[in-house]
């Protein structure tokens, strides 16, 4: 049953607490800016009506929660502040001598009470505000990402092998405990052999062993595969997806067996990060977060530009007029999306020229026709004969049709560019790609060119701000949890804070924006 907190309790006590703390801390702001009885009809449909002993009062364990993400503190570090930090008393209304909820209360608050789906809510309702008010506007936004470290450390591929093979066995140990002995003695044994060996291992081997066992072990223990919520199911999975990725070399790769989501990729050509990234979109003029996509670090940055636009869309009827981002989110489908939507690009291309391989002219050195009919080379050349085909590109991690302008062999022989565009040694002319949504590059690399370009690219270090509170502030260096379903609720709840944070500094340089969110 839900319990609440009675304001008149003791009524003396929080007026001597408000006295004591100055007017401009944090949890004084807070009282000002939210009214957090919301909090009571968000989850209200999860506590039942009579059932049950009274529970903590939900706004009071919703403003732990927020103490957490703003001073970035874990659960046990938000509790021992809660129990000596005056300032933490009177915001919660927590009474001096009364009892207080253990971690573990704050645990099941979050997964029973106030689910990522719920928070993912209450960050919508606050945009919402913010748009009514006048405080978002549509005049630009600017998209990026940051990383998320994972919560767990990155084994060898050996050492993956034996920690996934182990949890399974230790899985079917509650069901099987000969069967369990007997797989796990005889799998060790090999490996064992294997080592003592004058020879070096591969890790290969023991990709190749565990499929193996996974194979006898599908046979005798099929029995126990058919229920999918039980833990030797998901054990035995993740071994079967471990030895299926890295046998078969698949871009998307386990990393980890206590977090099976996370994943790894180069962040730049010398630097590797594992784990998760959050990208957000920041509405210019206020630096408020609109929307947050957090996503495996694998996933390219470019995936996330449109679900990140429409879900602003869908949720708040909004496009914006401008959108700005780096050169990873410059695919051509975002381009072309952008168009469709008549939002102007501020998007740069990345430049060939600064590529050290680079040995041939490529698109960027052809003008193509608007309607994709011809395409000039350099030397004034034109051609409209071409192929069409559906291409995957490995480095965009998606499918795209190309049209592939082709020019006669006579020509680029004779022509004074030929060492620059073209290699003598194909039996054709100079073959060039050119992607079917080219239109949309067109007219961005025309606006790349304006002073307006300019100006809102150096705009970008806006969103760079919002990253240095969410990770230096409010902890989203680093995931607080495993799974990527919980890293998205730390990024959400940091989101959250950053964003109510900046309302309140909004208000106190502009008094005529004051207003009270959900008042």
């Keep these: 049953m839900m319990g609440k907190c009675n304001p008149q309790t003791d009524a003396f006590m929080w007026l001597l607490c408000k006295e004591m703390l100055p007017e401009n801390h944090i949890v004084i702001q807070l009282d000002k800016t939210v009214n957090f009885d919301v909090i009571y009809d968000l989850v209200e449909d999860t506590y039942s009506e009579s059932n049950g002993r009274k529970s903590y009062d939900p706004v009071s364990l919703f403003k732990i929660l927020l103490l957490e993400f703003i001073y970035d503190l874990s659960d046990v570090q938000v509790i021992e502040r809660l129990s000596t930090d005056i300032a933490f008393r009177y915001f919660t209304r927590f009474e001096i001598d009364s009892e207080i909820p253990d971690p573990t209360t704050l645990g099941n608050f979050r997964n029973q009470h106030l689910d990522g789906q719920k928070l993912k809510k209450l960050f919508h309702a606050i945009i919402k505000e913010c748009i009514d008010h006048k405080l978002i506007t549509k005049k630009r936004f600017i998209a990026d990402s940051t990383n998320i470290n994972a919560n767990v450390n990155y084994p060898e591929r050996k050492e993956l092998v034996l920690q996934s093979f182990k949890r399974m066995i230790k899985a079917l140990e509650k069901h099987r405990p000969l069967l369990a002995k007997k797989y796990l003695t005889s799998f060790m044994a090999i490996i064992e052999y294997e080592e003592s060996e004058n020879k070096p291992v591969r890790s290969k081997f023991y990709f190749e062993l565990e499929q193996e066992y996974l194979e006898q072990i599908y046979m005798t223990c099929y029995d126990l595969l058919i229920d999918e919520k039980s833990s030797f199911y998901g054990a035995y999975l993740i071994c079967y997806d471990l030895t299926n990725q890295y046998l078969n070399h698949t871009k998307d790769k386990i990393i980890s067996i206590v977090d099976p989501e996370a994943r790894v990729a180069n962040k730049t050509p010398k630097e590797r990060k594992r784990g998760y990234k959050t990208n957000i979109i920041v509405d210019e003029d206020s630096e408020i977060i609109v929307e947050e996509i957090s996503t495996p670090f694998n996933v390219n940055d470019h995936k996330s530009l449109i679900p990140l636009v429409e879900n602003v869309h869908n949720i708040h009827q909004l496009y914006p007029d401008e959108i700005s981002a780096d050169k990873a989110y410059g695919a051509y489908e975002n381009r072309m999306y952008l168009m469709n939507h008549e939002i102007l690009t501020n998007i740069a291309f990345y430049d060939s020229n600064t590529n050290s391989n680079k ?161």
């Design 359 to 519: 040995k041939f002219y490529g698109i960027n050195d052809f003008v193509i026709g608007e309607d994709l009919a011809c395409a000039t080379c350099p030397n004034g050349v034109v051609s409209t004969k071409y192929i069409q085909k559906s291409v995957y590109s490995k480095a965009h991690d998606l499918t795209r049709d190309i049209r592939f302008f082709t020019f006669k062999k006579s020509s680029c022989e004779k022509c004074p560019y030929r060492y620059q565009c073209y290699d003598s040694a194909r039996k054709s002319g100079k073959r060039l790609p050119v992607p079917t949504n080219h239109k949309a590059a067109l007219r961005d690399y025309q606006h790349n060119q304006t002073a307006a370009f300019r100006e809102a690219i150096n705009k970008r270090t806006i969103v760079e701000r919002r990253f240095a509170t969410l990770t230096r502030n409010h902890g989203l260096r680093r995931s607080r949890y495993i799974g990527l379903k919980k890293t998205s609720y730390q990024a959400t709840a940091s989101c959250i804070v950053a964003n109510i944070k900046r309302i309140i500094n909004i208000q106190r340089d502009n008094p005529s924006l004051a207003f009270q969110i959900f008042g």
